[in-house]
């Protein structure tokens, strides 16, 4: 095999020993071979062959694996890997060592970027195509707030076209979403929204930005907002978020969240950080107290008769009445003409 982009991610993980935890259609779970963890959080889509850690927040193609698993750039990722393609697979170990490095002074194959697997943006549009407005729907995203702040964006991978839900970040890379994948392109940046507020509300990633809005319905977004597009780039935030006196976080409710608020109140001194995490406990996320609520107002009634409310429906409608009552806290003073 003479082409690297016919390597499968899965085939690479294998040749290493790594196999999935479990497989779904088209798809594997893997426990990150980047960083220690017990919950497999690694997905491999074996469809467009690329790869995403939702631990960290960081995806993409073979190459860009071999790259952060070998610490090298892309030119010795990509001998590594045409080194590894002359061996037989149960004995190919990536991993440095002596007899893999190339003789003192011997030539090093040099792949063309052009034939360098890698995901390229095509074309991007007004958000219309029926799965991705759907697919939205199905995360309680309103059409009007799909609609202000999303793209349909046409990308490629390995020569097929595929399409999904954009994210503009500041540097003019994205995040795409759909029903089957999650990943980016680059260059990887935060997102901000300035509309000269004192007042900043911050978010993980942009899909519980969109499902805050989406619970709140504003018209338009009055106070400033940040989208870090994963944990990674908070220290990229900061010089935004710092110029704020009030900073309202919607972080995740897990530990990365935890320390990414931790890490905002020490690297903004001079502000006022608020963790808003508390009136979407017992949710992993914004998003996810959203379509927890969604579902909780199409399910059937109880047969029977006066049934008291279970622990978790208390729960969810303390926390929908908390943050009805957060739309005011975040608020900046009227006197100051901002409001959401």
Sequence with gaps: MNDLKNIGIRQFLAWRGILPKYERNGYGMYLSPLREERTPSFKVDYVQNLWYDFGLGEGGTL??????????????????????????????????????????????????PATVPALRIL??????????????????????????????????VNGRAFFAVGFRNDAGGW???????????????????????????AFEGFMDF??????????????????????VNLPKA????????????????????????????????RSKVIDQRHF???HKDVNDYLTARIKGRTQKPSTQKNAPETKAVQALRNNLQALKAETAEIEPPRRKGVKI
Aim: glycine share 8%; hydrophobic share 35%; proline share 7%.
């Design 63 to 112: 190459l860009t694996l071999v790259m952060r698993l070998e610490r090298c750039d892309s030119r010795e990722a990509v001998r590594r890997l045409q080194n590894g393609e002359k061996r037989d697979a149960g004995s190919v170990s990536l991993s440095p060592g002596v007899g893999e490095r190339p003789a003192a002074g011997g030539p090093l194959p040099v792949l063309r």
């Design 123 to 156: 074309s991007d549009a007004s958000l219309r195509h029926p799965a991705l407005v759907g697919y939205l729907a199905s995360r309680g995203i309103v059409p009007p707030v799909a609609a202000a702040f999303c793209r349909e964006v046409r990308y490629e």
């Design 175 to 201: 995040e795409l979403r759909s029903e089957r994948f999650k990943g980016g392109s680059s260059p990887k940046h935060i997102t901000t929204i300035d509309n000269h507020s004192d007042t900043v509300i």
């Design 210 to 231: 969109l499902a805050y809005l989406s619970l709140k319905h504003p018209e338009r977004l009055r106070i400033d907002a940040a989208v870090l597009n994963s944990v």
């Design 238 to 269: 900061v010089p935004f978020l710092s110029r704020h006196p009030v900073i309202h976080t919607f972080f995740d409710n897990d530990e990365a969240g935890r320390k990414a608020t931790a890490d905002l109140i020490r690297l903004c001194p």
């Design 280 to 282: 979407y406990s017992g």
